[in-house]
């Protein structure tokens, strides 16, 4: 292919260039709405105009795959219909319209590997900037935590996970942690000429987002990416996957650390962690994403029984407990807090987190449960146990998201749904694409311990394991 050809491909115009910002906020923005205005909606209509005007020849193609999509989850649908009402359709549109946005993004920029990484860099600089303001006002004492979560909840109309940990740090989880943490196999996906200051960028701003979200879950799939891709890439640039995150974590260690900041706010100061009125045990319950149901309603009349689930209770009397452990004889046991207030011990060895796994042990019994009252065809989309929501507003949503298909679809479903994810590893195999199958794998096994499977970050995931796919299944060139 002439280098004329290369330069048209990897072209950038004003209407890939829209798509790239249109698509990087659909994928990054936590909620659907902002102050109530149905964003995503607006975003995505503005999209798919934008896809009609450059690239009118694909609108049947798009078509065709979107019938198909619809086609293969009718009966499904019609089943949960039947048992759960819209919330089948609710559950649908989670599913679809992650679909919707990655096909979009896949049609315009799939041979466009300099479009690629500036949407890579896109998402992430959306991800960065909605964390790094809501730590902002926590850090610098402008607010304090339920300022922030108010402020928060009243901007995107939905909370983030979060609670506030020893030394006031505070953690800000999202379900795009998990996308954010794949950017470095992204990257390599693309095969992109990336120049040195855009990976520094995308690395330092990908580090933050990762590391407050204080998911442990999250921090190993983002530190096994960047030595896949140090390892990949050590002749060019692939020091900036090791250098750059560690930089920016031991920055945020020395930010928020009460030795740096000793009594200089109530943010910083480990001898107030004790006498504040902010408690530990200010837990938030899940988040919803409802990114991937744009204009989503906050309640839902017709869900039964909504229980509040004892292991949030439970779990907040077991971070009052820690904080009492770790924090006993404040002075004189500077050296041992260093310790135990570590956030890496927290995550790791802490026994509240016994406490959370304990729920998706919780969970498991109920979704097998639910599957053996029919297990041939399933429950249906939307469908949930009524004793065990999640969620009052999605209470079809569990941590484990890819077993609670198992119910829904039953084996039927099931059985189809592993056919296709088999034949996915056996073409990226065949075609020796082992970055598009480890991504494969991790976010399939990510989806058995999170909701991360159906939210618009997810779209980023199925743009690349597409491309990956289909060029592998063509036998396309990887540098293609």
Same mark, same amino acid.
């Given at each position: 292919?002439?280098?004329?050809?290369?330069?048209?491909?990897?072209?950038?115009?004003?209407?890939?260039?829209?798509? %790239?910002?249109?698509?990087?906020?659909?994928?990054?923005? !936590?909620?659907?709405?902002?102050?109530?205005?149905?964003?995503?909606?607006?975003?995505?209509?503005?999209?798919?105009?934008?896809?009609?005007?450059?690239? !009118?020849?694909?609108? @049947?193609?798009?078509?065709?795959?979107?019938?198909?999509?619809?086609?293969?989850?009718?009966?499904?649908?019609? %089943?949960?219909?039947?048992?759960?009402?819209?919330?089948?359709?609710?559950?649908?549109?989670?599913?679809?319209?992650? %679909?919707?946005?990655?096909?979009?993004?896949?049609?315009?920029?799939?041979?466009?590997?300099?479009?690629?990484?500036?949407?890579?860099?896109?998402?992430?600089?959306f991800c960065f900037l909605v964390k790094f303001f809501t730590c902002l006002f926590f850090y610098f004492g402008i607010r304090d935590f339920d300022g922030v979560f108010s402020a928060y909840v009243s901007v995107f109309g939905a909370p983030f996970v979060g609670l506030v940990i020893n030394n006031h740090l505070m953690r800000v989880f999202l379900s795009s942690d998990m996308a954010v943490a794949m950017v470095p196999l992204f990257i390599l996906i693309s095969r992109g000429n990336a120049s040195k200051k855009l990976l520094i960028s995308i690395f330092v701003m990908s580090a933050f987002t990762v590391f407050v979200g204080y998911s442990r879950s999250v921090w190993g799939v983002y530190a096994l990416s960047c030595l896949i891709f140090f390892g990949m890439s050590v002749r060019k640039n692939g020091w900036i996957a090791i250098i750059a995150p560690i930089a920016t974590v031991t920055f945020l260690q020395l930010v928020t650390s009460s030795y740096v900041y000793d009594g200089a706010s109530h943010a910083f100061s480990r001898v107030a962690s004790h006498n504040d009125d902010i408690s530990v045990s200010q837990v938030i319950a899940e988040s919803n994403d409802t990114s991937a149901n744009p204009g989503a309603e906050n309640t839902i009349a017709e869900a039964p029984n909504v229980i509040e689930m004892p292991s949030v209770k439970e779990e907040?009397?077991?971070?009052?407990?820690?904080?009492?452990?770790?924090?006993?004889?404040?002075?004189?046991?500077?050296?041992?807090?260093?310790?135990?207030?570590? @956030?890496?011990?927290?995550?790791?060895?802490?026994? &509240? &987190?016994?406490?959370?796994?304990?729920?998706?042990?919780?969970?498991?019994?109920?979704?097998?449960?639910?599957?053996l009252q029919h297990p041939v065809l399933g429950v249906g989309l939307g469908g949930y146990d009524v004793n065990l929501i999640r969620s009052a507003t999605e209470p079809y949503s569990y941590e484990l998201q890819l077993f609670s298909l198992l119910p829904k679809l039953g084996i039927v479903g099931s059985l189809i749904l592993t056919g296709?994810?088999?034949?996915?590893?056996?073409?990226?195999?065949?075609?020796?694409?082992?970055?598009?199958?480890?991504?494969?794998?991790?976010?399939?096994?990510?989806?058995?311990?999170?909701?991360?499977?159906?939210?618009?970050?997810?779209s980023l995931v199925y743009l690349f394991m597409m491309r990956e796919v289909v060029m592998a299944y063509k036998r396309e060139p990887k540098n293609a």
């Open positions: 292919m002439s280098m004329e050809m290369m330069a048209g491909k990897n072209r950038i115009n004003i209407f890939i260039a829209m798509e %790239i910002i249109l698509i990087g906020l659909i994928m990054s923005l !936590p909620t659907g709405s902002i102050y109530g205005i149905p964003l995503k909606i607006v975003l995505l209509a503005a999209s798919i105009i934008a896809f009609c005007i450059y690239k !009118p020849k694909n609108i @049947i193609k798009l078509v065709v795959v979107c019938i198909i999509v619809f086609s293969a989850t009718a009966l499904w649908l019609a %089943i949960g219909m039947s048992f759960w009402g819209r919330l089948a359709i609710r559950e649908f549109q989670m599913i679809f319209v992650p %679909i919707l946005v990655s096909l979009t993004a896949f049609f315009v920029m799939k041979k466009n590997a300099k479009a690629l990484l500036y949407l890579i860099a896109a998402f992430v600089f907040n009397k077991a971070s009052e407990k820690n904080n009492e452990i770790d924090n006993k004889n404040i002075e004189g046991q500077v050296d041992r807090e260093d310790l135990n207030n570590s @956030i890496f011990y927290q995550r790791f060895l802490k026994f &509240n &987190n016994e406490l959370s796994d304990g729920i998706r042990t919780q969970q498991a019994s109920a979704l097998w449960g639910l599957f296709f994810i088999v034949w996915c590893f056996i073409v990226l195999g065949r075609d020796q694409r082992y970055i598009g199958m480890l991504v494969l794998a991790m976010f399939l096994v990510a989806g058995m311990l999170n909701p991360y499977l159906f939210s618009s970050s997810a």
